[in-house]
């Protein structure tokens, strides 16, 4: 198995220009008036006979008959609004292959669940698979077996992956949450960037492009990255009827009871209450069964097993309340979900959209309530401010990467603690540089691999010839025996035996094949190649720093667009619809509609920074500690944000870490660099 705020009147012209800007009338279907081919009878028949739907929902049959006609096609759709059918049934009545890019492993394996028993031949590619499942999908690929594939987008950097694809025919390629395409898509993946590039390399002859939230500026960068013509942007529109949308401006003291009087008036039924911090889904959860409910947190920080069995118990509920970060919602099919509380604040108008598509997927209604606290504002800038690495950070990482050889392989893990930035900030340089043809992505490999024998040694050597036996041996030999494991470096094992690297791995995967080793490998590196050095490397630092502050400061105009909406005038489902480029008249049912007054967020009772917090930032500084050796290393660790360099050191187990949450990060940072 291998396993700061704005104003509030800043904040209502942001969102009120955002509005005028993208308020174009939102077609029914299409993006254009052009009409859509006809869609073949075929098409219908598979509907029926292979899906077992008797007609196609909004949008499908454009989406459907355009890819059939050979065109590109950009698909946005609500969410739970039926994208996954518009590649589905097109890959049945193309002759090649399918390929789905997917940023979810549950969301694949659902799927792939679903095409099984429908006889559909399709599989998925991901960290899961055990190897052996691995090697059967890669020959079922290459025999032409497998109509459609799904894989997540960093199996993009793979290059025995694209060679694969390089030998099959692709005729569509299927990219999910698209709206990661654009470097100003909500859900930022680095890999994402890479999908149009090589579209262009496999020529694939069609993409679809699917998302169910994405700006008109996004959406237009989107069809752009795959010349999608507009009169090929299939939009049914966002609004959905059925949902109550309201927002109670509030005080962070005010918001439990206020969760608890709504919930206890209205009746149970399956409930997701969004919040921000891990910390506060444990602890609403808990307040809310001391309650009478029953609640569950959700987090990243929880182990596999226990995130499972939770969203296993909500789908199999009738009255469960997940409380959840955002980790939580994304391929959660359930049609019946009555209420989404935001207890915090979303941290964008994006992402609320996401979130509150989640409830009443029945059609039947569903409350979407959002308590908007201006404390929320801070913490969530925060999470922004301290992603941002500084000029010296980058340089250092631009240095040691072209300093490393014309073809080298790193350690994302290795890089990000060396610089002490998170990795996806390691990941989106190494991006930016692999899109400015500086860097080329090779294949990320293992080197540290762990097996534990099904047979003995005897037994497995006896089946080779004397050569191939000797050496079996001698992988043996070089690995260090544990109680049940031998673990093998396989850099070291090569030098040792004076063997290629690819044998000793190979080897360790034929005898896993075989059943005679079970194999689990570890210590993923990435490859590249150096394409060119550029001749300025100090102007090259300056542009990436420069694309990294541009994205601190997207996000937190985006923080500033939800307390806009908050703040606001006006229906909220007009607002919200008019901020993704829809136009519609008020929409009666929600609680502007229903008579609310606007009202700016009560001030943040946030306390100012006093002589005392200046002292144990003092004692902070002498504890010494290399982690804590910069002002920004000290600003993030006081205001709860977490570091490389921090967590390895255990220093969020200390009382000081993040005891100024509280406190815009710009503020602590002064006080560390004045300090220090």
Known sequence: MYTYRQPASTCLQTLDSEVAMNATPAPAVSGGDAPAPELPERAGELLGSVFGFGEFRSGQSAVISRLLDGRSTLAIFPTGGGKSLCYQLPALAFDGLTVVISPLIALMKDQIDFLTAKSIPAARLDSSLARDEAVAVYDDIRSGRTKLLYVSPERL??????????ERRVDLLAVDEAHCISEWGHNFRPDYLKIAALARRLQVPRVLALTATATPSVAADVARAFDIAPTDVVHTGFYRPNLELCITPCTAHQRRDLLLNELQRRPRGPTIIYVTLQRTAEDLADYLGSHGFTARPYHAGMKPDERAATQDAFMASNQLIVVATIAFGMGIDKSNI????????????????????RAGRDDRPALCQMFACADDVTTLENFSYGDTPTPETVRGLVDELLDAGPQFDVSIYDLAHRHDVRDLVVRTLLTYLELDDVLQSTRPFYT???????????????????????????????AKRGRTWFSLDADEAARQLGEPRNRIVSALDYLAQRGDLVVDASGVRHGYRRLRDPDDRSAL????????????????????????????????????????GEQRDDCGHCSRCAGQRRQPLPPSARPELTGSDEKRIRRVIAIGHDALATPRQLARFLCGLSSPQATRARLRDRAEYGMLSHAPFAEVLSVAERLM
């Open 157 to 166: 950097g793979n290059e025995r992956f694209l060679s694969l694809l390089s």
């Open 338 to 357: 009555r209420a989404v509380y935001h207890f915090n604040l979303p941290k964008s108008l994006e992402n609320y959209m996401q979130e509150i598509g």
């Open 448 to 478: 540290q691999f762990k097996f534990q024998p099904l047979r003995s040694s005897a037994e497995i050597v006896a089946r080779f010839d004397p050569p191939r036996a000797a050496f079996l041996r001698g992988v043996f030999r070089v």
């Open 541 to 580: 630092v300056d542009t990436l720093a420069k694309r990294f502050t541009e994205r601190e400061a997207h996000d937190v105009a985006r923080v500033g667009s939800v307390v806009a909406l908050a703040e606001g005038n006006g229906c909220l489902t007009r607002r919200l619809l008019g901020y993704l």
